[in-house]
């Protein structure tokens, strides 16, 4: 035997998956790479915003690169409690606890949360973070159908643990459609269940001036709400935070591993989310524009009026997905490009994001490269 023969089943599953259409590249991109991007997160288009710079230096500067230990040693600063007053207000919550990224703040609120006397029962369409949270929650999961409040009212009604958790994105990351928070809330009241809302793709472009579709449908502030989020987003840096009552935060603060034993998260990173966040509330009409270019891009692809930033044209094949992808790049345009195991087989991709910075120009190529690429990938 050799060293190598150890790693021979890398190289099987590795041409498995090429066969399937479901290799993946690291693709580089430049700071001034001359192509329109319709696959990123930064809804809002703050990545590069002067006070989204301005707060970052401003942070490096006074607290260094990084934050040097957990939140519990060293590595909660004056800046990071700003921020967590800050987006509370914002959204209408209690109380905001930063973590270091959007999969931790999931990771560490269910885990914290629900545990082996719970039940959790979970979106079939939430994202991987609370896919995870489930596996390490030592919890007894139960797997709803997308969006369906009657099969999640009777699970919680015939459970036999003592609590229960429900977990649903608001926006979802895949398809851009709303979870029907109002009826998941009232099931959960009902049966004395808590419900967290991941707001990753709500915040910044649901709800008024952005402050999600929480908010936007009454829940915000409610105590058996419990709201996550990202700062990756519309916030344009790095990070999660997680919004609810005040006895939430301290649980997790006691509890949460994510939180306890992970380094707090850069002082840079939370000026940045700081400097989005100010120019979020000084310019609450961004989020519409947001919406109003999400629309102009369903309509270039015959895609569904969309409920958020996402665009979602599915092709069907992984294959064909990736050549669309590919074409489109080479034009000029970068879209995203979604597959198995981030879609169901049989449901590949383009999923397209609208930013509220694309100009009259970047709507002209988009329409033009679109129009083409899809004629052929879909005759």
């Known amino acids: 035997m050799t060293a190598s023969a150890a790693l021979a089943w890398l190289d099987l599953a590795a041409d498995t998956r090429r066969r399937a259409g479901l290799h993946r590249d690291l693709i580089p991109r430049t700071p001034s790479a001359p192509i329109v991007d319709l ?3 930064d809804y809002l288009g703050l990545v590069r915003h002067p006070e989204v710079l301005a707060g970052a230096t401003a942070s490096l500067r006074r607290w260094g690169g990084g934050a040097t230990g957990s939140r519990l040693v060293t590595g909660t600063t004056a800046e990071h409690e700003l921020l967590e007053r800050e987006f509370a207000e914002f959204v209408g919550a209690d109380t905001g606890l930063v973590f270091s990224s959007g999969y931790a ?3 560490g609120a269910v885990t914290a949360i629900a545990g082996r006397d719970a039940l959790v029962v979970s979106d079939a369409g939430c994202h991987a973070s609370l896919v995870d949270a489930c596996r390490l929650s030592r919890s007894r999961i139960h797997v709803a159908p997308h969006n369906d409040v009657d099969a999640v009212a009777t699970a919680l009604a015939t459970r036999t643990e003592s609590r229960a958790l429900v977990l649903t994105d608001s926006v979802f990351s895949a398809e851009g459609d709303l979870a029907p928070l109002v009826s998941l809330h ?15 793709h709500g915040v910044g472009v649901r709800g008024a001036g952005g402050r999600g579709l929480v908010h936007e449908v009454g829940l915000a502030g409610e105590p058996d709400v419990i709201v996550t ?13 997680v919004l609810a009552d005040a006895r939430v935060r301290e649980h997790l603060i006691d509890t949460a591993r994510t939180f306890i034993f992970d380094t707090g998260l850069a ?4 000026g940045a989310a700081r400097g989005a966040l100010k120019v979020l509330r000084a310019e609450p ?9 999400a629309r102009h891009l369903a309509a270039t692809t015959s895609a569904a009026t969309p409920e958020s930033a996402v665009v979602s044209v599915i092709l069907g094949d992984p294959h064909v997905a990736v050549g669309a992808a590919r074409e489109c790049r080479e034009r000029g345009l970068h879209v995203g490009c979604f597959r ?8 590949s991709r383009l999923r397209l994001t609208a930013r509220a910075d694309l100009t009259a120009e970047d709507l002209e190529l988009i329409d033009r490269v679109l129009t083409d690429v899809l004629l052929g990938a879909r005759s």
């Open 39 to 41: 696959a990123s997160n």
């Open 105 to 107: 703040a999931n990771l």
């Open 186 to 200: 009232q099931v959960c009241r009902e049966h004395g269940a808590m419900l967290l809302v991941d707001e990753a």
């Open 229 to 241: 989020a990202t700062l990756s987003k519309s916030l344009a840096s790095q990070g999660g935070i």
């Open 267 to 270: 002082p840079a990173a939370v």
């Open 285 to 293: 009409e961004r989020a519409g524009v947001v919406l109003d270019r």
């Open 340 to 347: 198995p195991p981030s879609v169901p087989a049989g449901t």
